[in-house]
Every structure is written in structure tokens, then in C-alpha cells.
């Protein structure tokens, strides 16, 4: 078990541009998050699955943010149309039934939007 | 007003020092308080994991929850330069309700 995996780690982009992350997580874990973290902030919620199921979404993830887990494993969270204000860092993170709020992050993919 | 309130220091002690670290919150509807370290450009690890009021030992640490005056404090006893990181609280409302809601999170500095 290597923990939770995010590619790429850092993403650099150019306004405007769409860009995709993806997050493998721990293989029995059946609860995925995705959270957002900025400089001098906690971690703030994004999107919650669990299996396949996209069960929560913060007013956060506004129409340009889509997140997938197509078949209950890996995750992907792409931005659409970029903005600076995307500039954060990305977290995921998995969990397994019967245990809330223990949660295995990932180490972050961190976007730059110039 | 955040739901909820953590100092962002940062806090500087000697090896050795009892480390107080504390959060205040504002929704009574919180019930699982957790506590995640997370070193310099690392994801969050969990740390202590306390549910309702009372206290919680691991090692040198100590997770105190007062529920009645909504606030939550990890003590960290014979600190070690290891323990340097940013120490953020969070917590969570009921059992299939997943959304954590974290405090910004102290940045923790233990000098040699």
C-alpha cells in the first residue's frame, strides 16, 4: 500500500486553460475527497464520493470545476477556463467505511495560474 | 465569522516545552473534533481524533474537547524539533455527514 497518489504534482497554466488532476487512492478505501488549500488557509472542502457516488459538492465547486470517479476508484477533478484565483493547492483524500473524519491525504497537486 | 477560529502564530518554543495549540468554533451541531499535522508542502496526516466533550492521550499527545465553551486544544508534551509543522484542527457535524470544516491551522516551530 503506497497511500494516496495525485498527478501531477505541480501544474503551471496560463488563463484560460483547462486542467485535469487525478488521484488514485488507497485501494480499499471506498470514500474519495477533494479539498482546496491555499497559502495560509486550511484545507477547505470541495466534493465527496463514495464508490461511484457523488454524494456531497460545496458551493465552492462552482460549474467550471467537475470531479469524476467513474468506476468507484481513481478520481479526476478538472477546472475549466482557469482563473488566477484557481492558484491553490489540490488535496485528495480517501477513507474507508466505518471510520469518519480519519481521512489519508494525498501530498497535492498545486496549480499555478499565470 | 469563520465557524471556526484557530491562531495562525506562528509559535516558536524550546525542545523540551509543553506546546499548547487551541480552537474555538462556533457550531454546536460539531461533534467529531480531529486534530492533523502536516509538515512543509505535505498533505495532512491525522493526529488525534476525539468525539463529543473529554480528553484523549496518545504518546505525548493530548487532545482536550470542551464542548460547552466550544473549544478544543492538543497539548504536546517534551517537545522535539520533529514536531515542527502547521497543527490544524478540524471538525465534523454527524455520522454521513463527511465535510470537514478546518481551522487555518498553527504554524509550530521547536527550536534545538
Known amino acids: 500500500d503506497t497511500g494516496v497518489s495525485q498527478d501531477p504534482r505541480h501544474k503551471i497554466t496560463k488563463r484560460g486553460q483547462n486542467v485535469t488532476f487525478r488521484c488514485d487512492p488507497i485501494?480499499?478505501?471506498?470514500?474519495l475527497y477533494w479539498y482546496r488549500q491555499t497559502l495560509g488557509q486550511g484545507p477547505e472542502f470541495l466534493t465527496y464520493?463514495?464508490?461511484?457516488?457523488?454524494?456531497?459538492k460545496s458551493r465552492l465547486l462552482s460549474d467550471r470545476f467537475s470531479a469524476e470517479r467513474p468506476k468507484g476508484s481513481f478520481s479526476t477533478l478538472e477546472i475549466q477556463r482557469t482563473e488566477q484565483g484557481d492558484s491553490a493547492m489540490y488535496l485528495c483524500a480517501s477513507s474507508p467505511m466505518g471510520l469518519t473524519g480519519e481521512l489519508f491525504f494525498g501530498e497535492g497537486s498545486r496549480l499555478t495560474v499565470l | 465569522q469563520k465557524e471556526v477560529e484557530q491562531d495562525p502564530g506562528p509559535l516558536s518554543v524550546p525542545e523540551g516545552a509543553i506546546v499548547s495549540l487551541n480552537c474555538t468554533y462556533s457550531?454546536?451541531?460539531?461533534?467529531?473534533f480531529m486534530w492533523y499535522r502536516q509538515y512543509s508542502r505535505k498533505g495532512p496526516e491525522l493526529l488525534m481524533y476525539t468525539y463529543s466533550s473529554g480528553n484523549k492521550e496518545d504518546g505525548r499527545f493530548t487532545a482536550q474537547v470542551d464542548k460547552s465553551s466550544k473549544y478544543i486544544s492538543l497539548f504536546i508534551r517534551d517537545s522535539q524539533p520533529s514536531d515542527s509543522a502547521t497543527y490544524l484542527c478540524?471538525?465534523?457535524?454527524?455520522?454521513?455527514?463527511?465535510?470537514?470544516?478546518f481551522g487555518t491551522g498553527t504554524r509550530l516551530t521547536i527550536i534545538p
Open positions: 485501494s480499499e478505501h471506498n470514500r
Open positions: 464520493f463514495q464508490n461511484e457516488a457523488q454524494l456531497e
Open positions: 478540524a471538525m465534523k457535524t454527524n455520522f454521513g455527514n463527511e465535510k470537514l470544516t
Open positions: 457550531n454546536s451541531a460539531f461533534q467529531y
